[in-house]
């Protein structure tokens, strides 16, 4: 908006004043959280005094400091949540490879063809896409337990592709449609076939979309917890079900805060994505929106 | 491109939805009519020195076959869609005839699993999705009117809530709320009852999941209007200032009417995921106050029994709720479709 007026006193104090409360909102839960993290369960969890987690007196009572590293400790190797790290590790790299080689060609076929049936899959694709993942959870069990697939990392991985692709697709598409058609056609023009056109002109200028789309896929997948809690087996939970386990275990036995390091330890990762691509989500975001 | 290219480059795309979404919606709806075997019981007689009596046993051989001859199990029609636990016909005409208000009527729908469930899941989708697409436009007209330095700063704080886990964004937000919490204590030092607990009220725990969902998505609306933001055209706010409209009627009269498809592109989204709302009732850990369609189905699945066909007969309902929800888009889509072509 053009400032050509100075905006009001009021409307100023006010509009700071909203940035500064949603800052806190945003912000303070993950600060709280990484703090606490520290301390132990008396502290962060306090009954007399909510100070009693900044300045943490019963960590210094059991562990002689104000912060102690028990909570890491005890979540990632007492209870091995570095196994579900790995896990995590590997489902991500190959759900976001897989799904981005299969949508990258499906995307540019799409927006490549302009027969009527190109509508209908974007459509049954929005369908898929708003369809609770959860529901085909029930379809693939029977299945799973049939064949002696259950619990293994392989069948997460070919599953989250598969919900991927619905929205891979969507954004590829629109990203292809981006890229001017003429490029390619000049390109079959020169004597190419489609897939060396697609190999030597689209391929060169498509990163951009790709590495934004590859950034929603990991995200996908990495805080997936409706199909990796009922597909994986207990060994090979990945982070966000071991999580959720860590609940129903440790909280019995008073042991919240390896749950507490383990929340603020797979959080740590996201922090350093949106850090390093917040240009690449902010786009991605948007994109189906200018589209749409 | 040509249809064979075009058929080749989507195959395996096309493999995964179809193996992994399509037959997965289909199976589902058949392991719904379907209920599985009873075991096959065979009655003999064992006579001894004082007597006889009569002794049934699990036939497993005949239990194995008749499995292995009709492995969907024994067809039971709408039998299960009837029952307690979902649509519940019985119970819900003789509420009907029993109760004399609505007001009464309803508490008795509440008692039942589907109801309450669908209940929870309504509130909060037609509750979260308007409240998080004024905060997130508040929000982005906040945002703009920053030093170009603070935006970026806003922009990445302002990402957290969004990208985070939605398991470990609620858990963060359960630990402070809870009693011992920090939210918790400022609560209770506010209202001034020292034994309030969010964790024991329907009510509270209601407003805490609402506020989580707004939190969580709020941010994804800020992002997409900012962005609408910047596209704003600035003759029509210029010749709207220069006719005197007062700020509020340029964001009346110009902004919002420039941003409206944004909104409708945010509420689509964001009705389809939060008619799924499901982590943050395992995160507060809330199924005694709230519990949402998809948290029945993983409620079913889970645990020892693994109740296959309940779960696949509520995962049948809630797609038919995604479709209501979601047929004034297509069919506002297929008309746009039949309009260009």
Redesign the interface.
Known sequence: ??P??R?PLA?RLF?YG??IV??I???F??A??LW?SFKVELD????NN?TD?LTGPRTEAVHGGAFTGAGYRGAWIQEEFWRSVLNTGLVCIFVVCTSL???T??G???S??N??YV?W?L???L?????????????????FFDWNVWGFLPTAI??L???N??F??WMLHSFFESIPKELDESAKVDGCT??QAFRQVIIPVMWPGVITTGLFSF?LA??D??VT??VLAEQNRTM?PA??AF?GTTQTEGN?MF??AA?VS??AP??V???FF?RQ??SG??A???K? | MKHRTFFWSFLPTALAMLFFIAFPIASVVLQSVFVPHEAVFTESENCGPFGCKKITTVDLEATEDLRAEKPWGRFSGLEIYKDRGHLAFTEVSEAWKSSESFGAFFSELGNLPFYRAMAFTLVYTFTVTPSLIVLGFIIALAVNSLHARLKGLMIFFSLLPMIVTPLIGSLILFWMIDSRGILGSALQWLSGDPDLSLKASTPLMWISLIVYGIWHSAPFAFVVFYAGLQTVPQDTLESAQIDGASRWEQVRYVVIPHLMPLVSFVALIQLMDNFRVFEPIVGFNAEAHATSLSWIIYNDLGGETRQLSAAATTSVLTIIGVAILLSPVLVRTWRDFKGRT
């Open positions: 908006m053009a050509s007026r905006k409307l509009l909203f940035i949603w800052f909102a945003a912000a839960p993950f709280w959280t606490g962060f969890f306090s009954i909510w987690a080689t299969i949508g060609l499906g540019y076929a799409l490549r063809s027969y009527k509508f899959l459509i049954t694709a369908i898929f896409r708003a369809i609770p993942q959860i529901t085909l959870v029930s379809g693939y069990l029977p299945v070919i599953v592709v598969a919900i692709q619905p891979t697709l489609q897939f995200l990495y805080n917890f409706a809690t009922m966000v999580i959720a609940l919240v749950a507490v929340v797979a959080t996201l922090f994505l949106v850090m917040q989500i902010v975001l948007t189906g929106a200018v749409g």
